[in-house]
């Protein structure tokens, strides 16, 4: 935290402990407000139920008699009748690269699993961006979606004919083809050595061009908690704007028209955006389902359960074939950036995707704090935990000059405070609701003009410090970059200290800053309260938040402890612990000794 400063100075400071409570107040209820994204329930409306996909049920192929330009082959397993292709079993392609290793079913030619090689999921596997149990109620990603629902499933059921089968390495492309006489679909993927697949889609009837997006239907492999889930989001750039919606905005089986830059879906960590080649052209429909899941992951209890949001995309062209390219991967802000839409030439120059990591509505903080975070990662210690330390003490060092003003209002204040105790004296004999009240408040206003005092001097820092704390709160949360990342004894600083050695040294530490800084002017039984209810309050709440977060705070305070310490033996330092030692001596009845 860049500064907390004793709430304990009463007109002298500038910064009552009834203004600290008020600021604490505001702080407590955003922080608390923030658990509004993580609701416990969501209703599932009739869209949504329609929006599901239908129980599988067994294609029969077509059975037209064999031409000898189109008979069964045993070799290839395709069984081909006239104007009919289709697979005589099911098969698996797989195209990797170095980022992933993408696994094709033949049924369907969707995909079945999407492992990405750098990064693991929860218990330490590699991280499979498939929610498996999602996928097989909802559908599997690169299926095809259709407004008929009987349509739908025929699609996904049909075995199609790859190009290939076994390995492909990016470089390369898979096509699958499938027909049953009247009914043709075609699916071709082409993969290079980056995290976007580019595909072109085509379903025919007699013919006819019959609508059938492509889609992303069950949200993602790292979903597997409420929290996680509620993270979900349906984000859009239109005419270069982007909108991101919440999970609770998003209408299972809405249909959205173009032109659309880029469209998709995405989850804390995890996206996948489409981005169409004909964006005048684009269709969206928006998908929304629900799962069940446990309540407890690890002690599974069929009647503790919560209903969990499952979002997905659909994207193409009505009435027609579709291609677009499709980014299935981490929300990282330097690979995002590089991921353009189709621009006006039909090249990759149209807006980034970066827009889909959500840094909260002060934004205008959090993004800047993170590209400096992000700049010190890169350029000088490339460890997060210590580039998190070394913005710490980089902010608090910026906020110095502002804590120097701060103790030269507060002794101004402290100075007059005996002149202003006696203007008050002589009208505390008229009620608040006489006129002659004004007459007070001019008078004490007029002599703190005199001598250059302002009793809000010492609310500076802390109107920088809580938009600076809510700010680093939203980037620590939201950017991908801090997933897992180690820092001494914490393995991920997106997550709690699972030691609770933070807490604790927040706790004692905050209780330091409290002592060492100069309180005149406060009734000692209040000074004692606010010493150890604000650090036990803060203290509660490190418990819950990233230990990245926890960390900046912590080191914070130890910075702040290190400044009060120096600023204590200056000349300010020491007249302000003179005055508060005199006050405290006089309500005692003792006299006080000097530390000059």
Not at 120 to 147: C, E, I, M, R
Request: hydrophobic residues 40%; contains cysteine.
């Amino acid at each position: 935290m860049p500064e907390i400063k004793n709430p304990n100075q009463q007109g002298g400071g500038g910064q009552d402990p009834k203004t600290m409570l008020a600021f604490t107040a505001i702080f407590i209820l955003m922080f608390l407000g923030l658990q509004y994204f993580k609701p416990k329930k969501t209703p599932e409306t009739g869209a949504q139920q329609q929006q599901r996909s239908l129980p599988a049920t067994a294609e029969t192929p077509a059975s037209s008699p064999a031409s000898p330009a189109a008979t069964a082959t045993a070799k290839s397993g395709v069984v081909s009748a006239a104007n009919a292709v289709q697979a005589s079993s099911e098969s698996s392609t797989i195209v990797e690269n170095e980022l992933y290793r993408v696994q094709f079913s033949n049924r369907g030619a969707q995909v079945t699993s999407w492992i990405l090689k750098k990064y693991k999921d929860g218990d330490g596997k590699p991280l499979d961006l498939v929610n498996q149990k999602a996928a097989a109620q909802f559908g599997y990603p690169l299926s095809l979606f259709t407004y008929d629902s009987g349509l739908r499933t025929r699609l996904s059921e049909a075995l199609f004919v790859p190009s290939t089968t076994g390995v492909v390495n990016a470089p390369g492309s898979v096509t699958f083809t499938w027909s049953d006489g009247s009914l043709t679909a075609r699916k071709k993927f082409s993969f290079d050595s980056s995290y976007v697949v580019h595909a072109e889609t085509s379903v025919e009837q007699n013919g006819t061009p019959v609508t059938a997006l492509l889609t992303w239907p069950s949200g993602f492999g790292d979903q597997e908690t409420l929290p996680q889930f509620a993270k979900s989001s349906f984000n859009t750039m239109q005419a270069g704007k982007s909108t991101s919606d919440a999970y609770k905005k998003v209408i299972g089986g809405a249909t959205l028209n173009g032109p659309f830059d880029w469209a998709g879906v995405s989850d804390l960590y995890f996206a996948a955006i489409f981005l169409p080649d004909a964006p005048q052209q684009t269709t969206v429909v928006q998908l929304h389902n629900e799962e069940t899941i446990p309540r407890n992951i690890k002690k599974p209890d069929p009647n503790a359960t919560d209903r969990a949001p499952v979002l997905g995309a659909a994207m193409g062209v009505v009435g027609g074939s579709s291609s677009a390219r499709l980014y299935a991967g981490p929300k990282l802000i330097d690979v995002l950036k590089s991921v353009k839409a189709t621009g006006p030439a039909g090249k990759p120059t149209g807006p980034d995707i970066e827009p889909i990591v959500s840094f909260g509505w002060m934004k205008f903080i959090s993004e800047p704090l993170f590209l400096i975070l992000h700049w010190m990662h890169e350029h000088i210690v490339s460890n997060w935990g210590w580039s998190i330390l070394l913005l710490t003490l980089l902010i608090n060092l910026c906020m110095l000059p502002t804590r120097i003003t701060m103790m030269k209002s507060a002794l101004k204040m402290q100075r007059i405070q005996p002149q202003m105790e006696a203007i008050k004296e002589r009208y505390k004999k008229y009620k608040m609701n006489d006129p002659r009240r004004q007459d007070m408040n001019k008078e004490i206003f007029d002599l703190q003009k005199k001598e250059g005092a302002n009793m809000f001097g010492g609310c500076l820092p802390m109107l920088i410090q809580w938009p600076l704390l809510y700010g680093f709160y939203n980037m620590l949360s939201n950017v991908f970059e801090l997933r897992q990342a180690h820092w001494l004894w914490l393995p991920d600083l997106a997550s709690p200290d699972p030691l609770h050695i933070l807490p604790v040294f927040f706790i004692v530490s905050m209780f330091l800053v409290q002592y060492l800084t100069p309180s005149p002017g406060v009734d000692p039984a209040q000074q004692r309260m606010m010493a150890f209810t604000m650090p036990a309050v803060f203290g509660f709440m490190t418990w819950s938040v990233a230990s990245g977060l926890a960390l900046y705070w912590a080191c914070g305070n130890i910075v702040n402890i290190v400044q009060q310490t120096v600023m204590n033996r200056t000349s300010l330092g020491r007249e302000m612990h003179d005055i508060a030692a005199k006050r405290a001596a006089k309500r005692l009845g003792k006299p006080a000794a000097s530390r000059r």
